[in-house]
């Protein structure tokens, strides 16, 4: 982190010579782009809504971990959320189910137990409220770090199987048949996305984070005429906006993730006119 600081001390303005705002910044450098990738293949999955059920999943782990007398109640959301998305992965291979019915069973469920566990012996929900909307500044360095781990994680995973990944989502009769262990793919991705979104969601809000995994890979897939431009305009399109929401948010005092979605709608706004101007 020593090194990070000595190089935002070169940024010519007066924030970057604050702690939290490194912080801050650092941590949209990182999750940015994390989100892009992310977001194309929850598109290509049709899983808009997979990201809003782990969120959900996240708080009941939350509420869990408090319940537990835990110090650092979030690493009890990260295991929460990981379990959530490998029964969601397993349910959803091992029924006739679709998607999106299995994603509203976990996701109602879920958000159930957080409430019942939150208020049980007249407790008040009001103490998660931080939760719905977020707060850049309140990042650690370390939760960054492990973030940034996860894209490592996930670079390599797109650069050595993501042709394997893609045709699993898209037909995982097909994928199976060419021996490609479909449950084990979707696994470590819906894994990923898991902690990507339970740890960031203290930083962007409950209420628009699935906007994140959405808005990126929906929008470039407007604008890209190739697989390649798809994923480049998404990481570019999160991480600009990323960057831009953080701005706002520092100048206006505003929620960094509500910023972040609003620029991100007004690119997937201008995607759309663009699209019309081919056509």
């Known amino acids: 982190m020593s090194l990070w600081y000595s190089l935002t001390e070169f940024l010519p303005f007066e924030w970057a010579q604050m702690t939290f705002m490194k912080n801050a910044l650092l941590a949209i450098l990182v999750v940015s782009p994390l989100f892009g990738l992310l977001s194309t293949m929850v598109v290509q999955s049709r899983m808009a809504f997979f990201s809003d059920a782990l969120g959900h999943s996240a708080f009941t782990g939350i509420a869990i971990g408090v319940l537990c007398g835990l110090q650092e109640p979030m690493w009890a959301a990260v295991g929460f959320a990981l379990v959530f998305s490998l029964l969601f992965t397993y349910v959803r291979r091992r029924t006739d189910l679709t998607g999106d019915t299995v994603i509203g069973v976990f996701s109602s469920t879920a958000v159930a137990l957080g409430i019942f566990i939150a208020t049980r012996n007249g407790g008040s929900f009001t103490k998660f409220n931080a939760l719905l909307i977020g707060d850049i500044l309140s990042v650690k360095p370390e939760q960054a770090l492990l973030l940034l781990g996860i ?47 339970t740890v960031s969601m203290t930083w962007v809000g409950l209420l628009v984070i699935n906007s994140l995994l959405v808005l990126p890979a929906a929008a470039a897939r407007n604008l890209a005429r190739n697989v390649r431009q798809y994923h480049l305009l998404s990481v570019l399109a999160a991480t600009v906006c990323g960057i831009a929401g953080l701005m706002t948010s520092y100048y206006m005092g505003s929620s960094a993730g509500a910023s972040i979605t609003l620029y991100l709608a007004l690119f997937f706004a201008l995607s759309i006119v663009e699209r019309k101007k081919r056509l």
């Open 151 to 197: 894209l490592g994680i996930i670079l390599v995973l797109w650069l050595c199987a993501y042709n394997t990944l893609l045709l699993s989502s898209l037909h995982p009769a097909l994928a199976d048949s060419r021996g490609i262990r479909v449950f084990w793919q979707e696994a470590v991705l819906n894994c990923a996305i898991a902690v990507t979104v």
